[in-house]
């Protein structure tokens, strides 16, 4: 009998909350978080519990990592696996949250803001800088740079997106749901209209096949990594 099974997630930062539902569910099937995987988590085989699960979002420097989590250990939270600045730990039902009031659940989305801004801002850059030397470029390199920026310019939404999410997580802890609302909206508006201006003065009679295409490979391009992770862990499963 196979010991170990590969769950999706829903991305922590859209569906946090589900997540821990959902693998406390497996718990209580006995299928227990061992650690994370691409677009996922491994789960392992073991007695049923009712194991509750929470995440938290804070850089470590190693000197730091012990009293950090024995701070948690004391509260009866164990924690279960990191991955770069996230770490997930379990608890037995009925412990008291790891966040419990309003002031900390901010801080702990203020940490997760933090990770997301250095990547956003650096692959935002990279692609403007990327499409202005395709502007200026000719030939053979016109041609390469394009692609590249294409791509780039496909990953820019998702995340634009899912830092949009990790702050209207935090204005909707503070209650602000209108604001927390708009800011899953504006990253997409800001982005359809930032493209649609700059393909206009570029690509005057090829606007709408780019933007086309850009909008499939953005979400045919995840959908694909994620098929073949899914079908990859079934295939293992099948064999053990």
């Not at 085989?45 to 948690?72: M, V």
């Not at 997760?112 to 935002?124: A, C, D, G, H, T």
Request: proline fraction near 2%; include cysteine; charged fraction near 20%.
């Amino acid at each position: 009998m196979r010991q170990t099974k590969y769950i999706t997630s829903g991305g922590l930062a859209f569906a946090e909350e589900q997540d821990m539902g959902k693998l406390r569910r497996y718990s209580l099937k006995g299928w227990h978080v061992r650690d994370f995987k691409f677009m996922g988590y491994t789960l392992e085989k073991g007695e049923s519990r009712d194991y509750i699960y929470s995440i938290d979002y804070r850089p470590l420097n190693e000197d730091e990592k012990e009293e950090y989590l024995e701070f948690f250990s004391s509260s009866g939270w164990s924690h279960v696996t990191s991955e770069a600045n996230i770490h997930l730990f379990r608890a037995n039902s009925g412990t008291n949250p790891i966040y419990s009031d309003q002031d900390t659940t901010v801080e702990k989305y203020k940490n997760l803001n933090s990770s997301m801004k250095n990547v956003s801002i650096s692959l935002f850059l990279s692609t403007i800088i990327l499409w202005t030397i395709f502007s200026l470029s000719t030939g053979t390199l016109k041609v390469i740079l394009f692609f590249v920026a294409a791509i780039l310019s496909s990953f820019v939404l998702p995340i634009a997106c899912t830092l949009a999410a990790t702050y209207s997580n935090k204005w909707k802890v503070k209650g602000k749901k209108g604001t927390a609302i708009l800011l899953r909206v504006v990253p997409f508006v800001i982005f359809l209209i930032t493209v649609i201006g700059f393909l206009s003065v570029f690509f005057p009679d090829n606007v709408i096949r780019i933007i086309t295409s850009m909008a499939i490979g953005g979400i045919a391009f995840p959908t694909a990594i994620w098929g073949m992770m899914s079908l990859y862990h079934i295939v293992g499963r099948k064999r053990n």
